[in-house]
């Protein structure tokens, strides 16, 4: 029978490659040689995430090879798990999980053990459970069976010979063994003298039953898939059917694209926000839900897509930590590049740092096992899972082509990855984020977001990637499903804004600047008032917001327009802030009385002369204070000259986040294999141990599984602090850190500690591995080794 490191090696080139590809954590780093890799790839660590991605007919075919007792030959898992075995199993090779020679099937080093002890419901083999009988009771069941006792293994596995027995069998035997056939194949035994004792009694004696422990019983494998048929499975796998509800593409595309747009403003409108006031950082980290509450009030959005917004924005990397004593949330310099791009652009930004961040927005303001509130970009709360879990709900819903609802999304992904498979609630909440994101549209995925996805490699232990066609083709698809920006406004008499369709950048900055926004949808409607001028007069005079206003009209400026521009900059400014702590000056008529106003009170002003106040508050509270209260408030340098102040703008230095390529992944894996079958001389090598130990322990496991499967010994050399001690043993099972072996010559099963083994070497094979451990001498067996 081949090795699996000899199959490995057989593959090549192109099939390492593929191999690598489909399991990124085995070639990270990248392995020294097949038998390293063959050793990397049986660690229950790279298993467990090789079976988190196969599906339910995958995993079946897997069981079965493992299950069934060998030699086991395509045609038996065909009949054990259903007609499409055959494709399943190619799944399973090609993820390195089985392979075949001329002996048959075999099962990668390790699987067994992290199948558990009881795969596919089934219990231990007929001669593990024959073998710890006496010599008398087997040649007394082989008298009753009529055989041999050596043959009496294969005629307990024969269906007519169960049937047989069980036809003679007492009351309850054949409700004990329906019990436990389908698994779990253990069962309580019954206590003397009840009506199951006599039943369970018989099955022992017969050998249809076996002792597990002085309390429990067993079925033998043999015996239970005689008596299932020999399948592995009550019914053959099949995948589910979603219920799909098919929407036209161009609702969902102009859905999603509405979505789009408005995340895209929503996301700007925060960067500006922490721009002039940035949010401070809890003392444990992440956002406060004070904080959070007021980014919510202020985009006016629930406190759930509020959290989704900083989020996405901080995975975008347009949002971080300043990094001073007190440290603050603010923009960073890749929130002003991404301000200059276009609206397309911006989005692909946003939802590529979506798909690959490894946070749940969802989980913000619940609370964690220790009863701590999660909050929003707190490191803490990283969730690695959480890219693949999008990945997978979004695929399944690109497949579907339609509309489907969470329930029935679980069930495909049940089916999908079914050692993995995400909770309804986690499901739901993907779709809701990809909803607010424009991800999808009417319920079906959006055009844009399936030329994204077309192009990512979901993360297996590596950084997930996009292709920059799929990153470009998105953003293309999304600027052809955006209708066309206008760039002018049709200004009423009654102090209103309308914009027929989506503004321009330029004139949505102008009207946010100078107007109030009353209503967004198919247009965007505002209305001029005082208050909304004031802001912008200090930064631009009367005839400059006049001039500007002019050059997107469709006409001429209302002449009601222009009157409360130029009142308002006329008043603008007759009460004045200026640096003392604070003082304000002006017409005294307009200052009379201020100091006893009680929303101003806690400014603690006072008259200094009629017409000047003086408060301890710093000029800018003071400022935005009085304009509170509906008082034209202005600022003013030492000169007495108004100023045109310009917002303060806080930013924290930052690196735009990288788009990696596919390809380059792809090229480098084939160069990985390409070494591979380099340092062994080609596919027909012979291999070559290491001369002094290997850099990877794990090796020695590979031996001491790949002994366990094929029942030989070892030499076994075993490590303490007062040296090494070697013994011929055959081991029995690897699992749990420990490896179980029996020691013939001693007449005894041992356990030993994985991380004291020093080497393992075939009794009857070429020198195995060695770790050398520097240790000297011999050290007894009560150190390292541990009786049963």
Not at 218 to 234: F, I, N
């Amino acid at each position: 029978m081949a090795t699996f490191t000899e199959h490995l090696r057989a593959l090549g080139v192109d099939g390492l490659a593929a191999l690598l590809d489909r399991r990124r954590d085995l070639a990270a780093p990248p392995p020294a040689s097949v038998r390293a890799l063959a050793a990397r790839a049986g660690t229950r660590a790279s298993l467990d995430r090789a079976l988190a991605r196969i599906d339910t007919g995958t995993l079946a075919g897997v069981e079965a090879v493992v299950a069934l007792p060998p030699p086991v030959r395509p045609a038996d898992v065909s009949h054990a798990v259903g007609a499409h075995a055959d494709v399943w199993l190619g799944v399973a090779e090609d993820w390195g999980l089985v392979w075949q020679d001329d002996d048959g099937l075999h099962a990668a080093p390790g699987l067994s053990d992290l199948l558990g002890p009881h795969p596919a419901g089934l219990g231990p083999p007929l001669a593990e459970t024959l073998a710890r009988r006496s010599t008398e009771a087997l040649a007394t069941l082989a008298a009753e069976v009529g055989c041999t006792p050596t043959e009496l293994a294969e005629r307990l596995a024969d269906t007519a010979t169960v049937e047989g027995l069980l036809a003679e069998a007492p009351i309850g035997a054949r409700a004990v063994l329906d019990a436990l056939t389908w698994g779990p194949p253990v069962g309580r035994t019954p206590r003397p003298g009840t009506p199951g004792a006599g039943a369970v009694g018989w099955l022992l004696r017969t050998g249809l039953l076996a002792v597990g422990d002085p309390q429990h019983v067993v079925l033998p494998a043999e015996v239970a898939l005689a008596l299932r048929g020999g399948r592995t499975r009550r019914e053959p796998p099949t995948p589910p059917a979603p219920t799909v509800v098919e929407v036209d593409s161009r609702t969902v595309d102009a859905d999603a694209a509405g979505r789009a747009l408005e995340t895209v403003r929503l996301v700007g409108e925060l960067l500006e926000l922490w721009g002039r006031a940035p949010a401070a950082v809890l003392r444990s980290g992440g956002l406060g839900a004070r904080e959070l509450k007021r980014v919510a009030a202020a985009l006016e959005v629930d406190a759930g897509t509020a959290a989704l917004l900083v989020e996405v924005a901080g995975a975008a990397r347009l949002v971080a930590e300043d990094g001073e004593e007190s440290p603050s949330f603010c923009p960073t310099t890749v929130a002003d590049d991404w301000a200059g791009d276009d609206a397309a652009h911006r989005w692909v930004e946003l939802v590529r740092a979506w798909l690959t961040a490894e946070r749940a927005p969802w989980l913000v303001g619940s609370r964690d096992e220790a009863g701590s509130l999660r909050g929003a970009l707190d490191s803490a709360h990283r969730r690695p899972w959480v890219p693949r879990l999008r990945a997978a709900v979004l695929g399944a819903l690109a497949d579907a082509g339609g509309r489907v609802d969470a329930a029935d999304l679980h069930t495909v992904l049940a089916w999908r990855t079914p050692r993995s498979a995400p909770t309804e609630h986690a499901v739901q909440a993907v779709l809701d984020e990809a909803a607010v994101l424009g991800v999808t549209g009417a319920g079906a995925l959006g055009g844009p977001a399936r030329q994204l996805l077309a192009g990512w490699v979901p993360p297996d232990g590596t950084e997930p990637t996009f292709t920059p066609t799929a990153v470009l083709g998105a953003a293309a698809a999304l600027s052809q499903t955006l209708p066309a920006p206008v760039d002018e406004v049709l200004l009423g008499g009654d102090l209103t804004g309308v914009v027929p369709g989506r503004p321009s950048d330029a004139l949505e900055a102008l009207l946010t600047d100078v107007a109030q926004v009353e209503s967004r949808g198919a247009g965007l409607t505002v209305r001029f008032t005082e208050e909304s001028l004031r802001g912008a007069l200090d930064r631009r005079s009367a005839p400059e917001i006049l001039d500007a206003l002019a050059s997107h009209a469709r006409g001429e400026v209302p002449q009601p327009l222009r009157y409360l521009v130029t009142d308002a900059a006329r008043r603008h400014g007759q009460v004045r802030v200026g640096s003392g702590a604070a003082y304000l000056r002006g017409d005294p008529a307009a200052l009379a009385g201020i100091e006893q106003t009680p929303a101003l009170r806690a400014l603690g002003l006072r008259v200094l002369a009629p017409g000047v106040l003086i408060s301890p508050t710093g000029p800018a509270a003071l400022l935005e204070a009085l304009r509170a209260a509906g008082l034209p408030a202005a600022a003013e340098d030492a000169a007495g000259t108004v100023l045109h102040a310009r917002p303060t703008r806080h930013r924290v230095r930052h690196t735009p986040m990288p788009v990696p390529d596919p390809e380059v992944a792809r090229r480098r894996l084939l160069r990985v294999a390409g070494d591979l079958v380099a340092d062994t001389g080609g596919p027909a090598a012979a291999p070559v141990p290491p001369a002094d130990g290997t850099p990877e322990p794990s090796e020695a496991l590979a031996v001491l599984r790949a002994a366990v499967g094929a029942g030989t010994e070892v030499w076994l050399e075993v490590a303490s602090p007062g040296g090494t001690t070697r013994r011929r043993v055959r081991p029995l099972l690897v699992e749990g850190g420990r490896v179980r072996v029996l020691d013939q010559q001693r007449a005894a099963e041992l356990t030993v500690a994985v991380h004291r083994i020093a080497g393992a070497q075939p009794v009857d094979g070429p020198a195995g591995v060695r770790v050398d451990r520097s240790a000297d001498g011999p050290v007894e067996d009560g150190e390292a080794w541990t009786d049963h």
